[in-house]
């Protein structure tokens, strides 16, 4: 069976620093990947997609980028964290589309 | 682009049946995802609608108007663990499986 995980599980960060979130699936291949950001009091905004090795789509401009250096391995990365990047961090996988699942998240406090 | 529209909050007893809607507004639609999201976890997927009708799924069905841009969660028997936020997310007919969420229905449900 597919499991995805995300890690860190909980990260708090001042502002101006770098980040990296990682996030990987187990049991499938070739998934499209997602990564998303919920805001507190707001919906789920899709940050990036991927549909294959060093293939990403930006939703979003923002200081934040993705990279999928392996088939089920996705990574938000920020080379400044500001204050409006706290958030629900949620990797998501489809495969194959379109139904989306999702993995535990990473929650992030920006101070 | 879509437009995603759910109740806010809504309130019901143990036992009760509850029904979430949602209306939606697309320029091209080919998919309706509902998910369950308890308070501090990531999304689980619950239903998928692509043609008219009811799908049911245990105690929950979801129900789908391409026409009238409306779709439906039902819940019966409503138990304590109900309690949490339930998303819409339409697919549109693009090239890519990319889902645009509402904000949410928090359900609550009491003794």
């Known amino acids: 069976s597919q499991t995805i995980h995300q890690w860190p599980a909980t990260l708090v960060q001042p502002v101006g620093s770098p980040l990296s979130l990682e996030c990987t699936v187990e049991?499938?291949?070739?998934?499209?990947l997602y990564w998303y950001r919920q805001a507190a009091g707001r919906g789920l905004q899709l940050l990036f997609y991927?549909?294959?090795?060093?293939?990403i789509s930006s939703e979003v401009p923002q200081n934040l980028s993705a990279s999928r250096p392996q088939d089920r391995q996705f990574i938000l990365s920020s080379k400044k964290l500001l204050l409006s990047d706290s958030g629900f961090y949620l990797c998501?996988?489809?495969?194959?589309?379109?139904?989306?699942?999702f993995g535990p998240g990473t929650r992030l406090l920006v101070l | 682009g879509q437009n995603i529209d759910q109740p806010t909050e809504m309130t019901a007893t143990e036992g009760a049946i509850v029904q979430i809607n949602c209306t939606y507004q697309t320029s091209g639609f080919n998919g309706l995802f509902w998910y369950q999201q308890h308070a501090g976890e990531a999304p689980t997927f619950l239903s998928y609608n692509v043609l008219d009708g009811l799908e049911e799924k245990g105690r929950f069905s979801s129900f789908l108007s391409r026409s009238k841009g409306y779709s439906y969660l039902l819940l019966k028997e409503l138990q304590m663990k109900d309690s949490a936020s339930y998303l819409c997310a339409v697919r549109e007919n693009s090239g890519y499986s990319t889902l645009t969420f509402g904000k949410g229905t928090m359900l609550l449900v009491s003794p």
């Open positions: 049991g499938t291949s070739n998934p499209n």
């Open positions: 991927s549909v294959g090795i060093g293939q």
């Open positions: 998501a996988w489809s495969s194959p589309p379109p139904t989306q699942y």
